[in-house]
């Protein structure tokens, strides 16, 4: 069967990654309903806390091609770099950063992964995150 092309798009992305401190590189591809894709990596910073996890950079481009209401699915992919992937879901910070797009959007969103053996994984936000906090 033919890869994912949201996950070939976050594994693409994950080349691109900025994480020379943790030497873990995580790569996001956001799909708009529409089809159009955004794309993400983590990028650190050697002030530690200012490093931005995958999950918001990505969200942050795609709030700029298509907007977070249009936000439909995810697909995130990490590992160490020049390794192999390993199966990886959102940090806790990220999950309410997806959960926005949600709220905005008015639906869940399906969020997918691979590992290195290419074993498929996939949520959504609302188990990942249920009763997420919006006002
Ligand atoms: N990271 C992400 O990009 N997404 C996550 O959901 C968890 C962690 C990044 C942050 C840091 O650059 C590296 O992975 C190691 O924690």
Same mark, same amino acid.
């Given at each position: !069967?033919?890869?994912?092309?949201?996950?070939?798009?976050?594994?693409?992305?994950?080349? @691109?990654?900025?994480?020379?401190?943790?030497?873990?590189?995580?790569?996001?591809?956001?799909?708009?309903?529409?089809?159009?894709? #955004?794309?993400?990596?983590? !990028?650190?910073?050697?002030?530690?806390?200012?490093?931005?996890?995958?999950?918001?950079?990505?969200?942050? #481009?795609?709030?700029?091609?298509?907007?977070?209401?249009?936000?439909?699915? !995810?697909?995130?992919?990490?590992?160490? @770099?020049?390794?192999?992937?390993?199966?990886?879901?959102?940090?806790?910070?990220?999950?309410?950063?997806?959960?926005?797009?949600?709220?905005?959007?008015?639906?869940?969103? #399906?969020?997918?992964?691979?590992?290195?053996?290419?074993?498929?994984?996939?949520?959504?936000?609302?188990?990942?995150?249920?009763?997420?906090?919006?006002?």
């Amino acid at each position: !069967m033919a890869e994912d092309r949201l996950i070939e798009a976050a594994m693409a992305a994950r080349e @691109k990654s900025y994480s020379p401190y943790s030497g873990f590189a995580v790569g996001c591809a956001i799909e708009s309903a529409s089809g159009e894709i #955004a794309l993400g990596a983590n !990028m650190e910073n050697a002030s530690y806390p200012l490093g931005v996890c995958a999950e918001q950079a990505a969200l942050a #481009a795609a709030q700029q091609a298509f907007g977070l209401d249009n936000v439909v699915r !995810m697909a995130i992919v990490g590992g160490p @770099k020049g390794a192999e992937l390993v199966a990886i879901t959102p940090c806790g910070g990220c999950r309410q950063a997806i959960a926005e797009a949600a709220t905005v959007a008015g639906y869940d969103i #399906a969020v997918i992964g691979r590992d290195g053996e290419g074993n498929l994984s996939e949520t959504c936000i609302s188990k990942l995150l249920p009763g997420w906090f919006t006002f």
